[in-house]
């Protein structure tokens, strides 16, 4: 299996409720955060994807299953796995305690789309190219 992008996420006290446990909504702001270093790793911001090359790749489903609780000043490595079906992308990811205790797994569906399109257009070679270094291998499609 290829390397998974990587992105240590530290609960705060400002994402939990008063008994210290994190809001389930601060954790769908990590990960997205997750997607935008990751997409600015691979040399593709989303806000380059809108301003230079015109396109985007808006959600369309997000799911999380909780594992475990996290709590204020817990810190998680939450990892990313891209795969890619013809128009859209599934971006699979877990959170992990440092002891390896799984607190999180989900997935965001993302649709590729050219400006001014009414549907999804197939994914570019050169996206795809960017995403190849952490393609998800084990044979599993983008959910399409």
Request: glycine share 6%; net charge negative; with cysteine.
């Amino acid at each position: 299996m290829t390397a998974a992008f990587e992105h240590d996420w530290t609960c705060r006290f400002a994402d939990a409720d008063p008994f210290g446990i994190a809001h389930y909504p601060d954790i769908v702001v990590a990960i997205h955060d997750v997607s935008d270093r990751f997409m600015a790793e691979i040399g593709y911001s989303w806000a380059t994807l809108a301003t230079e090359y015109d396109c985007g790749m808006p959600i369309v489903e997000v799911h999380v299953e909780f594992e475990a609780p996290i709590h204020a000043d817990d810190t998680v490595t939450i990892s990313l796995r891209p795969s890619l079906g013809e128009r859209s992308a599934r971006f699979s990811y877990e959170g992990r305690f440092p002891n390896g205790t799984l607190a999180f797994t989900g997935h965001v569906q993302r649709a590729f789309v050219e400006k001014g399109a009414d549907r999804a257009s197939p994914i570019p070679d050169w996206l795809r190219e960017a995403f190849a270094p952490y393609l998800d291998d084990t044979g599993r499609d983008a959910g399409e």
